[in-house]
């Protein structure tokens, strides 16, 4: 049996998953924490590699490296790291996202170039940030790496210098239509020109570690999570994590000059327009804690409340919000009365509300002609028996819930077999999954809506 190894780098931790190459089959599995902060020193995502890893790598033929999207990693002329990288998370380019997209003429400017108006989470405003800020170790750059790239970079020796256009189309200075850096945007952002990574072809084997592993190109956490799911045109993946994200895989590029929408590249050479929120499942941990109740509770008392919540209506702004391109709002709770003041509607008006969001975002989809014909639901917070029950009828399409899996690192693993075998297409990995039933009206997505259109320029 042929074993392939996929690593998911992401926010809060570092999960690493060995598998059969033909099948998808798990075999062998580990995770380690990371900080919980919107900066990280690369060297933290290493030691969780390696703690994640231990013991687990013997016999595998391939490692892909899956990362979370748009993170800034400086390198110095002898690759040493500049700073800590600023993650996706780090709200302040805000102002240095508002410059830009002004400065190169507009969002629609951006879309053209790019595909994408870029927002405080995209690299390219972070590296304005970092050059106006941060003047003397900005000066000693050399080179940008993403997240993945980085660890990508230290599993082959420091010899794979190498990004893949998933990833890459999200830095706000590379064109997915076009598969080409635009090296005069970096220039306007950071001043002069850096090294950027070579962009590999999706299924290319860029290294290899020390113990002889093929490494493939890697790629960002939304697109490798596609391809842990298999998706096909008309399925949509709702993600829940940390931040929540709602994609899809087609054929052309994207272009919404709204903004809502970033016209990123999958890992297999086509494209995923992508929404993304800064609150999903932590709006949910959020609201428990302020209860006083674990996780489990928060969900039993959510579905003893009725849909609507009593007409209690959470905006969950809680830590700025990317779509729509809030980042200094806060939250909003809506419609208190002393009769709906009760922790079961509170606990449904968390869900509502952070559901509320993804269905904005799955909207502005369908606005690109993306057909939504299912939605996936993965994520920390699809476990939820609430958040399954109240999705279809916010989400308008019918809900599923594949197996719980670690789908970024299983799609990292994928393109790790992808590239050992060769071949056009990444092997099929049959993905199980299951239909939910609703439990919410329609009317609950209207209430939001009016709570969103009325506190939108109060929340400024």
């Given at each position: 049996m042929a074993l392939v190894a996929g690593v998911d780098s992401s926010t809060q931790s570092t999960k690493v998953v060995v598998c059969d190459a033909d099948t998808g089959m798990v075999v062998r599995e580990g995770r380690a924490a990371h900080p919980d902060s919107t900066e990280a020193d690369p060297a933290l995502w290493w030691a969780a590699f390696e703690e994640a890893s231990a013991g687990l790598l013997d016999g595998v033929g391939a490692i892909g490296v899956g990362g979370q999207q748009h993170g800034m990693v400086c390198l110095d002329g002898s690759g040493e790291v500049v700073r800590p990288a600023l993650l996706w998370n780090d709200t302040r380019s805000a102002p240095a996202a508002a410059e830009l997209v002004t400065e190169l003429g507009g969002p629609r400017a951006w879309v053209d170039a790019v595909g994408s108006v870029p927002v405080a989470s995209f690299t390219v405003t972070k590296l304005r940030w970092?050059?106006?800020a941060e003047p003397s170790l900005a000066a000693r750059t050399e080179a940008v790496l993403l997240?993945?790239?980085?660890?990508?970079?230290?599993?082959?020796?420091?010899?794979?210098f190498t990004t893949d256009r998933g990833d890459a189309s999200g830095t706000g200075?590379?064109?997915a239509a076009t598969d080409t850096y635009r090296t005069d945007i970096l220039k306007l952002a950071f001043g002069r020109e850096l090294r950027l990574p070579r962009v590999a072809a999706p299924s290319e084997v860029v290294g290899e570690t020390s113990t002889g592993a093929a490494l493939s190109a890697g790629t960002g956490d939304n697109m490798a999570a596609a391809l842990g799911l298999g998706l096909r045109p008309g399925d949509v993946v709702v993600s829940l994590g940390t931040s929540g994200t709602a994609f899809g895989v087609c054929e052309v590029p994207s272009a919404d000059a709204s903004g809502l929408v970033a016209g990123f590249a999958d890992a297999t050479g086509r494209h995923l327009p992508l929404v993304c929120t800064l609150n999903a499942a932590r709006v949910l941990s959020t609201v428990a804690s302020l209860l006083g109740v674990s996780?489990?509770?928060?969900?039993?008392?959510?579905?003893?409340?009725?849909?609507?919540?009593?007409?209690?209506t959470l905006l969950p702004y809680l830590d700025g919000?990317?779509?729509?391109?809030?980042?200094?709002a806060r939250g909003l709770l809506a419609g208190l009365t002393r009769?709906?003041?009760?922790?079961?509607?509170?606990?449904?008006?968390?869900v509502e509300g952070m559901l509320g969001g993804l269905a904005d975002a799955i909207d502005a989809l369908r606005a690109q002609r993306m057909p939504v014909n299912r939605v996936l639901l993965i994520g920390g917070a699809a476990a939820s028996a609430a958040v399954r029950a109240v999705a279809p009828a916010l989400f308008g399409a019918p809900v599923s819930v594949p197996d719980p899996a670690e789908y970024v690192a299983l799609g990292a693993a994928r393109q790790a077999a992808w590239a050992l075998r060769g071949g056009d297409e990444p092997p099929e990995w049959p993905v199980a999954a299951v239909e939910v039933e609703a439990d919410a009206t329609p009317e609950v997505r209207e209430a939001y809506a009016h709570v969103r259109d009325g506190a939108t320029e109060l929340l400024k």
């Open positions: 970092f050059a106006r997240p993945h790239d980085w660890l990508t970079w230290r599993l082959g020796g420091r010899a794979a200075y590379f064109s996780l489990s509770a928060l969900d039993e008392l959510a579905l003893s409340a009725p849909p609507g919540a009593g007409g209690l919000e990317r779509t729509p391109n809030l980042p200094d009769g709906n003041a009760t922790p079961a509607n509170l606990a449904r008006a968390a």
